[in-house]
């Protein structure tokens, strides 16, 4: 009876993921380009602090109308400390490395979260025999050290040091999803990522007064401010708000998939505002390394549609 709808898009869900894709692909752009300006403990505080004030009046919304689950701030303190970790990572790279070089190494953080989901969650364990899975492990592999053999300027300090940060990252963006699924398994997403950017700030707050130079900020312009502000509330607030409403109404493959294209939309930008390149053979094994990802996703899907 339904048959005739399956086959319908979900423009909502559609706009959602396409608007995370765009938040997504502006956020890098700003944090290299306020990388001129301020240490990276400053730049996190300010920007995630402008995303934890965006969404404020939604908590506090929800704490009126009894609506907030108490418990999510207990079980939101777990998930904010590799978020506190990875946030701190993520920003320190962008002062040795190129947005879109940095972004593509981020998607290894795939390969953290399914591994990770092997362990923790007793429906995922049946991927450990999926050959789809397997091959797609081995592709992005490949990609990986792909786009690192082919990088020429790989062995100067920098530049490893920022692709040491950069695995870094990713690493911590996976325990910190699992870490999150786990915490809010019962709780609704948009809520614990309001109480996390709650506590993020404030360890953020400390970590900036004792390594940062917050007075920095104080010299500089409207530019550097708008940039600020502007990335605060798409890629850290509206970029979340998008990504969990396409997940909530299609589920996670599709976004988890569109999000994929991120790097390339990275490229697209950061190539006409930064001057960065990458060679022919680092696209080429950029793209073995998200088809990787993209195979790794569907082999856990496919297993989930089965059971």
Not at 37 to 46: A, E, H, P, R, V
Not at 193 to 213: D, M, P, Q, R
């Amino acid at each position: 009876m339904n048959e005739g709808k399956t086959h319908q898009i979900d423009v909502t869900a559609t706009l959602a993921c396409l608007g995370t894709l765009v938040c997504w692909a502006l956020g890098p752009i700003f944090i290299k380009y306020l990388t001129d300006y301020i240490d990276s403990w400053t730049q996190n505080l300010l920007r995630y602090a402008v995303g934890c004030l965006f969404w404020l009046p939604f908590l506090l919304s929800s704490a009126c109308k009894g609506t907030l689950n108490n418990k999510v701030w207990r079980r939101a303190l777990v998930p904010a400390i590799p978020n506190v970790v990875m946030q701190s990572l993520w920003a320190a790279a962008f002062y040795y490395l190129g947005p879109a070089f940095l972004v593509l190494l981020s998607k290894t953080s795939i390969l953290w979260i399914t591994g990770f989901s092997l362990i923790f969650f007793q429906e995922e364990k049946p991927l450990a025999r999926s050959k789809r899975f397997w091959f797609g492990l081995l592709l992005s592999i490949t990609g990986v050290v792909g786009v690192l053999y082919f990088k020429e300027d790989f062995r100067a300090t920098g530049t490893s040091t920022g692709v040491i940060i950069a695995l870094a990252t990713a690493f911590a963006w996976g325990v910190y999803t699992i870490s999150a699924k786990i915490a809010f398994r019962d709780i609704d997403s948009r809520h614990g990522f309001a109480v996390i950017s709650i506590y993020t700030v404030l360890i953020l707050l400390v970590l900036a007064t004792i390594f940062g130079n917050i007075g920095d900020s104080l010299q500089m312009g409207p530019g550097q401010w708008g940039a600020i502000i502007f990335s605060g509330i798409t890629a850290i607030a509206i970029g979340h708000a998008l990504y969990y409403a396409a997940i909530k109404r299609v589920g996670a493959t599709i976004p988890m998939l569109v999000i994929l294209a991120q790097p390339f939309a990275v490229f697209a930008i950061s190539r006409v505002v930064f001057g960065e390149t990458m060679n022919g053979l680092q696209i080429f094994f950029g793209m073995i390394l998200l088809a990787g990802s993209a195979i790794s996703i569907w082999a856990q899907q496919h297993l989930k549609a089965k059971s």
